[in-house]
């Protein structure tokens, strides 16, 4: 059994659970290629190297090219290894299928990188309160002090300025999957997850939650 899937977001919209309304995310998770297998006596861990999005061969260097040919699979634009479990029932070449992987009713973490918010000051980007904005006040979306006098005489790690906002790999956990379309290969996943539509994200099993109660 492997552990995760590689997919695309699609976008948001709402379906009824049980007569409630669920704000779901839709996301293809495959069809996803079995690449490579990576065993414990060759490697040192059981692993499978999973890609996803189909590509065009001139667009393919031909490191990549020979890797795929040797797998059997057509060329793709992601790979990325999952731990896995019971390796013998994988084989290079295999299609692997998100009812395959994941029902409903099962919590996962999808990573994706998040939409980028160019260079952005505190108050957009921490949600500063800002200074006054009356009496010829100048510094009404100013951070203010950063740093100290005498000691330490620097500025700590950490702290909160202006800076580029979003556009990095960011982890949404506990989300529970509300629904399976296998024939499409879509999952409907309660809640938001990182990343404008068309992004790439990583679905994985949650770590830290397995079961729950309603929707």
């Known amino acids: 059994m492997i552990e995760g899937l ?3 977001k699609i976008g948001m919209t709402r379906i009824f659970v049980d007569g409630l309304d669920c704000p779901v995310t839709v996301i293809k998770a495959g069809e996803c290629y079995v690449t490579q297998k990576k065993t414990r006596e060759n490697d040192g861990y059981d692993a499978l190297q999973v890609g996803f999005g189909e590509k065009r061969e001139d667009r393919t ?3 990549l090219l020979g890797h795929f040919k040797k797998a059997s699979t057509p060329c793709l634009y992601h790979t990325m290894e999952f731990r896995a479990e ?4 994988f084989k290079p ?8 992987v994941f029902k409903v009713g099962d919590f996962v973490d999808v990573a994706g990188v998040s939409k980028g918010g160019g260079f952005a000051g505190v108050i957009k ?6 200074g006054p904005r009356s009496h010829g006040s100048m510094m009404n979306r100013a951070p203010g002090s950063i740093g100290s006098s005498s000691y330490p005489s620097r500025v700590f790690k ?3 300025m202006g800076g580029h906002k979003g556009n990095r790999t960011t982890t949404v956990e506990n989300l529970r999957v509300v629904g399976i379309k296998e024939a499409e290969n879509i999952l409907l996943i309660r809640g938001a997850v990182p990343g404008p539509p ?3 994200v990583i679905i994985k099993k949650a770590r830290k939650k397995k079961h729950s109660k309603g929707v």
């Open 6 to 8: 590689l997919g695309k």
């Open 61 to 63: 260097s031909k490191a």
């Open 86 to 89: 019971a390796l013998d029932a």
């Open 93 to 100: 070449g295999q299609k692997i299928n998100v009812g395959g």
């Open 125 to 130: 980007r921490h949600h500063f309160l800002g």
């Open 158 to 160: 950490g702290m909160r």
């Open 198 to 200: 068309n992004g790439l």
